[in-house]
């Protein structure tokens, strides 16, 4: 998937923004690459009014940084930069965690329980060596709609503007860097999916300090694994 495919209709620069954010974290636009306004535009075939108002946003981010008087480019950041980043991201998936134990809701564990409930099989058969792509394809759907759940339910806006900022990978790039890294490490893939059951129960205890403490290890070790070159 292109991220700076043209968009199919007219747009707002809030959507220009989005799409422009997952191109960073994708990495249709690289790190260090020269951007124009107008080249932008050219590619989204939108007009440049809201392409200038979106970059007015990254650039307060540090997302895109100016490179001269009129030049922009995406920021470059070093290893331990982006190091703090995926530590970010992974503090404010821990509160997130929390809110979620804070506020569960029988209907939240039922849905969490079905996901894992879905994936566990597929999951002994990877583990058995019996198991295929596909399987292993409907695990990492499943479990990105178990962390959706979480978000969601912990029911804060404000948290969710500020980690959709701080995701050092965007979704596809995940998910393909995950494939690639599960085929190299399954036993660490199958230890690390274990915890999704630990989380849930800690989430359905209402334990708030376990179910930050534990979700902000989980994606951290996964993230760092995922920075791995």
Partial sequence: MNSLEPLSSSTLADQVYRRLRVAVQDGSLRPGEKITERGLASRLQVSPTPVREALR????????????TRALRIADFDL??????????????????????????????????????????????????????????????????????????????????LLAQSR??????????????????????????RQHRELLGLIAAGDEDGAENLAVRHHLSALRHLGQS
């Fill in 80 to 161: 331990a930069t982006m190091d703090e980043i995926a530590e970010t991201e992974a503090r404010l998936i821990g509160l997130t965690a929390r809110f979620a134990a804070r506020k569960r809701t029988d209907v939240l564990v039922a849905e969490l329980t079905g996901d894992l409930a879905a994936s566990d099989p597929l999951v002994a058969r990877l583990e058995s060596g019996e198991g295929t792509d596909a399987d292993l394809a409907g695990v990492l759907t499943t479990l990105r709609r178990f962390h959706r759940r979480i978000e969601a339910a912990a029911g804060n806006p404000v948290m969710d503007a």
């Fill in 168 to 193: 050092v990978f965007g979704d596809e790039e995940r998910y393909d860097r995950t494939l690639d890294r599960i085929h190299a490490s399954g036993e660490r893939f199958a230890a690390r999916y």
């Fill in 57 to 68: 946003q990254l650039i307060h981010e540090r997302v895109v940084e100016r490179a001269g």
